[in-house]
């Protein structure tokens, strides 16, 4: 049993040196490494969050203006239907003022032309009255000289 305390012994004095090393290994690691790579790290997550949060923020300021563009675009459509409908509607206000004015003008003209040939009908019936009671006495005439040479 003494045997094996020496020996456990000796194996615990000869590990203290890798002990000591290992640990002053483990220390180097933090200072050196450890600190500096979670620093680095800690570094470009923030940026990386950064860039992400102003694409985000980049993105919904393109939305708004997306949406104010489209709404821009929705009043002005609106503007121009407006405007044609009110061009729709002078132009058949103008065309039906020309045909309100056709129409009259022509219901003129038709009452002018009644006017005349009533006019030159009842001339025409006068020359007929009185132009009548000579017709009348030259077909007399032209019938009786016959009827009074044949019956002598």
């Excluded at 949406?67 to 407006?82: I, M, T």
């Excluded at 061009?87 to 219901?107: C, I, P, Q």
Aim: net charge positive; glycine share 6%; charged share 25%.
């Amino acid at each position: 049993m003494q045997l094996i305390i020496q020996q456990i012994e000796a194996l615990l004095v000869g590990a203290i040196p890798t002990t000591l090393l290992f640990i002053l290994l483990v220390l180097a690691y933090q200072f050196l490494v450890q600190g500096p790579l979670t620093a680095t790290l800690k570094k470009r997550r923030d940026l990386t969050e950064g860039a992400i949060e102003e694409a985000q923020k980049a993105i919904a300021r393109a939305e708004a203006r997306t949406a104010e563009y489209a709404d821009k675009l929705r009043q002005a459509r609106s503007e121009v239907y407006k405007i044609r409908e009110q061009r729709v509607k002078m132009w058949s206000a103008e065309r039906d003022a020309t045909l309100d004015a056709a129409r009259k003008a022509a219901g003129l003209k038709v009452s002018q032309a009644k006017s005349a040939v009533e006019a030159e009908a009842a001339t025409a019936k006068q020359t007929i009255l009185g132009s009548a009671g000579e017709l009348a006495s030259q077909v007399v005439r032209a019938v009786l000289p016959q009827a009074a040479g044949g019956s002598r």
